[in-house]
C-alpha cells in the first residue's frame, strides 16, 4: 500500500507544487472514477473529489493501462522475491489477442480506436512485411516460440499410465486456401491423440535457436509408398451378428421411457433416462495432443498408408490398441488399404472407427432411404417445409432430422400404447363380468 501526504496547493500524485509551471487539470465526476479504478488496480490510497487540481501529466500517467501492468508486475514480482522459478503472466492471460484490435509486435491495443495518430494501428500494405521481420529476428537471434515447444514436446504423450486410453483422429487440413495467387497454401493430413481420463502437465519451453533440421528430426514421419492394389473389399465377409438381448438388462428401458409419453406428469428426457439409470465413475475429461502433419493430399492412399503405418508405431510405445477415427471419405480409403493387407500385419489390427458426425449422417440417411414409400415424408411436411424434409431425410440437416424422428417415434408410440392399454382394458373387464356371473 502507498500512502501520500499532500495540501490543497500539492499535486495528489507527485506532492509537488501545483504552480510550478505544470499544467493541471479540473477533476469532474466522470475523472475522479477513473482514478478510483486505477487506485484499485495499483492498491494505492489516493483519494480525490470532483473539483481538485492535478497535473494533467500526473493523472494520465496514473490511468495509464501499460503504466498499471507495470505496476503490477513490480509488486508481484517484489512478494516473491525476484525469484526464478516465478511463472510469467502471458498477454493472453488477460485478454484474447485479436489481429485487428492489438499491436502485432506489443500486444497493446488501440485504446483511441484510432483518434489519436500516436496509438493508432496501421495495417500491413506491403508483401515484404514477413521478410523483414524475419530478417530482423535472424539478426537478433530470436526463436519463435513454436518451433521451440515443437521441440520441446515432441509426439511423446507425457506422464501416460496403463489404464488410460488413446484414441488416435486423423482429418484433411487446409490453411489459407483462398488467396489472389494461389501460393502459401498448405493442404495435407493432420492427426491428433486423445488420451481418456486426462493428464496433467507442464512443459517449461525455452528460448532456443531451431532449425528445420532439430523440428524434421523430432516429428519426421516416414513416407510408406502404396504399392500393393487396394481391393481387400473383394474379400470383405459381414459377420453374423450375436443376439445379446437375454444379457442386456436395460432391454425394456426404451419401452418404458415410450411408455412415459402417454402420462400428463413432467418425465426426464432420453439423456436424463440414462443418467438415472446407470452409476458409476465417470472417466473425467480427455487431453489432446497435437502429432505432426504430413504435407501431401490427404486423399492420396501413399499419404493414408503412411499415415496408418505412423500412428500404429506411435502406439506400440505405449502397448496401447490402436483406434483411429477418420471422416468418411478417409474412413474408406483406410478401410480399403487395411483390408488389402496380409493377414500378419499390423495394420490389420487397428480398430477403424467413422466419425461421430459422418456416422450418424450416415444412420439418418439409412432410415430416409428405407422409409422412402411408407409416407414418413408426408408426416414430417406437416411440421417442416418440403425442401427441408428432402435434406432431413438424406442426413444432412442431421439436427431437424433428430428432432423429426424423435417426433414421428413418440407420435406413433403414443398410438400403439393407446390401443394395448385400452385393449387390456377392455379384457379387464370382460373378465370382470365373466367371474361375476360364474358367482
Partial sequence: MFFFLFSMDDCVFCSEFLGNGGQTTKLGAKGCDGIRKANDLRQADISVAPGQIVHTKCRKNFCSQLSIELDIRKRRYDCT??????????????????????????????????????????????????????????????????????????????????????????????????????????????????????????????RV?????????????????????????????????????????????????????????????????????????????????????????????????????????????????VIITFGQPLWWKALTIIESQPEGSDLRQIVLRMGGFHTLMSFLGSIGNIMSASGLRSVLQLVYAENTVTHMLSGKAYDRAIRGHLLVDAALNTLLAERILGTLCLLARRLRMMVLRAL
Avoid at 421411457?257 to 458409476?280: D, F, I, P
Fill in 81 to 206: 522475491g525476484g525469484s526464478s522459478g516465478t511463472v510469467r503472466a502471458r498477454r493472453s492471460a488477460s485478454s484474447a489477442f485479436h489481429y485487428s484490435e492489438h499491436c502485432l509486435l506489443c500486444g497493446t491495443p488501440d485504446k483511441y480506436q484510432g483518434k489519436q495518430k500516436t496509438h493508432k494501428l496501421l495495417p500491413v500494405r506491403t508483401m515484404d512485411f514477413q521478410r523483414k521481420v524475419t530478417e530482423s529476428c535472424v539478426k537478433r537471434n530470436d526463436a519463435w516460440y513454436e518451433r521451440s515447444a515443437a521441440v520441446a514436446l515432441g509426439t511423446d504423450i507425457p506422464n501416460y499410465r496403463p489404464e488410460q486410453v488413446i484414441q488416435y483422429m486423423a482429418d484433411n487440413v487446409d490453411h489459407n486456401i483462398r488467396t489472389i495467387d494461389g501460393l502459401n497454401t498448405f493442404h495435407g493430413m493432420g492427426m491428433i491423440v486423445s488420451v481418456t481420463p486426462g493428464t496433467q502437465t507442464s512443459t517449461r519451453v525455452s
Fill in 209 to 321: 535457436s531451431v532449425t528445420p533440421k532439430d523440428v524434421v528430426a523430432v516429428g519426421r514421419i516416414n513416407i510408406r509408398h502404396l504399392t500393393s492394389p487396394c481391393n481387400g473389399l473383394d474379400t470383405l465377409r459381414y459377420e453374423v451378428l450375436q443376439d445379446e438381448m437375454e444379457k442386456d438388462r436395460s432391454t425394456n428401458l426404451d419401452l418404458l421411457w415410450k411408455l412415459s409419453l402417454t402420462l400428463r406428469s413432467r418425465r426426464a428426457a432420453w439423456s436424463g433416462m440414462m443418467q438415472a439409470v446407470h452409476t458409476g465413475v465417470h472417466p473425467g475429461q480427455s487431453t489432446v495432443f497435437l502429432l505432426p502433419m504430413i504435407d501431401m493430399n490427404s486423399s492420396d492412399p501413399t499419404c493414408i498408408y503412411s499415415t496408418l503405418t505412423f500412428l500404429c508405431e506411435h502406439a506400440k510405445q505405449y502397448n496401447a490398441k
